[in-house]
């Protein structure tokens, strides 16, 4: 079992709806990450967090808003989503970014499949 | 920019043959390169991590080489069973703008293995 765990693990929810997404990760890392999985289209990583302070927004649109309190928790606050939003968001952490030791493995969870309507 | 292409996009083989998935990428100047193993609905489990410094890295059936310096890496499945079946993805590591190095992992869009029994 994953030691990286999210909630909810599938969400429908309207344009007008305002909705979050929680990532944990019980691993002791210091990095998490956001990826959104689309049909058909490779993996696209969103943000990175380490020790808490945000490294990397890969112009991500802003009705999609990251936050990351500490090293164990993630989460992305969703509003006014369009339907080609829909897709698996996934969670991942590893030990961190940062300096030489960039060899770290990530660690996914298991994903939030979320459905804009 | 960092692409990654994996080839097949699907393949279907009767249990017990011996395959071969692929992977190239477009710049050498990686950290680490990762196979992973998705299955429908679900995260990402990682198989094998390979270094930019070693060429190839082994679990139980599974082997996974690298040759940094033609942009390309294979993942060998040995005596495929159905349980195999699932999508496996390619991600490189890379580092971030201005040379910081960062945890940003660029993705394959998979290859999708059915074993029929």
């Given at each position: 079992e994953t030691g990286v765990t999210q909630t909810p693990r599938h969400l429908v929810m309207g344009m007008t709806n305002k909705k979050s997404l929680k990532c944990e990760q019980?691993?002791?890392?210091?990095a998490m990450y956001w990826y959104k999985q689309s049909a058909k289209k490779p993996l696209e990583l969103m943000f990175v967090y380490n020790f808490k302070e945000?490294?990397?927004?890969?112009?991500?649109?802003?009705?999609f808003s990251p936050e990351c309190p500490n090293s164990s928790h993630l989460f992305l606050h969703l509003h006014?989503?369009?339907?080609?939003?829909s897709a698996l968001y996934l969670c991942a952490s590893s030990l961190r970014t940062s300096g030489n030791l960039n060899s770290y493995e990530q660690y996914f969870g298991p994903g939030t499949r979320l459905t804009v309507t | 920019k960092q692409e990654v292409t994996q080839i097949p996009a699907a393949l279907s083989v009767p249990e017990g043959e011996n395959l071969v998935l692929n992977c190239s990428f477009?710049?050498?100047?990686?950290?680490n390169l990762q196979w992973f193993r998705q299955d429908p609905g679900k995260g990402l489990t990682s198989l094998l991590l390979i270094q930019s410094s070693q060429r190839e890295q082994t679990s139980g059936r599974l082997n996974a080489s690298l040759d940094k310096s033609s942009g390309r890496s294979t993942l060998y499945i040995a005596a495929s069973q159905p349980g195999d079946s699932a999508t496996y993805l390619c991600a490189v590591k890379t580092s971030g703008a201005g040379g910081t190095s960062y945890g940003k992992l660029t993705f394959g869009q998979g290859t999708i293995l059915t074993v029929h029994p």
């Open positions: 019980h691993l002791g890392h210091n945000q490294t990397e927004n890969n112009s991500v649109p802003s009705r006014t989503l369009q339907p080609e939003d | 477009t710049d050498s100047a990686i950290y």
